[in-house]
């Protein structure tokens, strides 16, 4: 399984040679691909949270497919499941339901959702017309083989491992930790209908996703970080791109939000929006 030998060829970090160039190609490529997830795949397909070029659209979804984490379509459908079913019977990752390996990468490798998708879910609705998005998904494949091809020709072994196996590696489990750790452990600001929690370590390495009990609380805001203090990298690329006229109608966090979230509003009993 391809998965799981690019998980096992991520020890051959110890063997080939070590340098801080290397570790920067590491950082580039986690986090550069972490963006492409979470600013396309998550923030624009699944939740609408900010409208986009289409050139600027394709551009983040090649990026986000480059992370091996399969198609836009695909992943931004079973996320709109989770949400529609958050911690209860149908949500696709739930640790509380399924217990901790489904969640984490068993739903992802075991997808028998996927044929659920493109007759039922909005994000085929919306998007599945586009023939560049439909290409990406059935052939999600190419653009992570073609980063591996790209960097092992550049740099050998080295850049193939620091380039694209290790960041393959701690990507995947960046971004399935918010389906786990952030359904277990952390501090929850907001009286949501599941266990979803608010996570400064997860929201580093997975570039602003951690703040998920705020997701949860409000998914269409385009920031999930609702404060200055909350880290998150993706919603500062969307503002960039908002001040260079690629982004606009960005979703702001309600005022009656902020008001709950401060104790200024009695918040409603389980609700998400």
Do not use: C
């Not at 399924?98 to 969640?103: E, R």
């Not at 952030?182 to 979803?196: A, E, I, K």
């Amino acid at each position: 399984m391809v998965f799981w030998g690019v998980q096992a060829a991520s020890v051959l970090v110890l063997v080939v040679p070590f340098s801080w160039p290397l570790v920067g190609l590491w950082a580039t490529s986690h986090f550069v691909r972490a963006v492409g997830l979470t600013l396309s795949f998550h923030r624009y397909f699944a939740h609408r949270a900010f409208e986009m070029s289409r050139g600027a659209r394709f551009f983040w979804a090649l990026v986000g497919t480059a992370a091996m984490q399969k198609g836009p379509l695909w992943w931004a459908g079973n996320h709109i499941d989770h949400h529609k079913y958050a911690d209860h019977e149908g949500d696709p990752h739930s640790p509380k339901l399924s217990g901790f390996y489904h969640a984490h990468v068993g739903w992802f490798l075991h997808d028998a959702r996927w044929k659920q998708v493109p007759g039922s879910n909005p994000v085929m609705r919306d998007f599945g017309h586009a023939p560049e998005l439909r290409l990406l998904d059935e052939y999600y494949w190419a653009p992570p083989l073609a980063l591996a091809v790209g960097l092992y020709l550049a740099g050998g072994l080295s850049w193939l491992v620091w380039g694209f196996v290790l960041p393959t590696t701690t990507l995947a489990h960046a971004t399935f930790a918010i389906n786990t750790v952030n359904h277990l452990w952390g501090s929850r600001r907001f009286h949501t209908r599941d266990d979803s929690t608010n996570n400064a370590l997860t929201a580093f390495f997975a570039v602003g996703e951690g703040w998920h009990n705020n997701h949860h609380r409000y998914q269409r805001a385009a920031r999930n970080g609702f404060y200055w203090w909350e880290f998150d990298v993706t919603y500062y690329v969307i503002v960039l791109m908002n001040w260079l006229g690629m982004a606009w109608h960005i979703q702001p966090v309600p005022a009656r939000i902020y008001a709950e979230a401060e104790g200024h509003r009695a918040p409603p009993l389980g609700v998400t929006e």
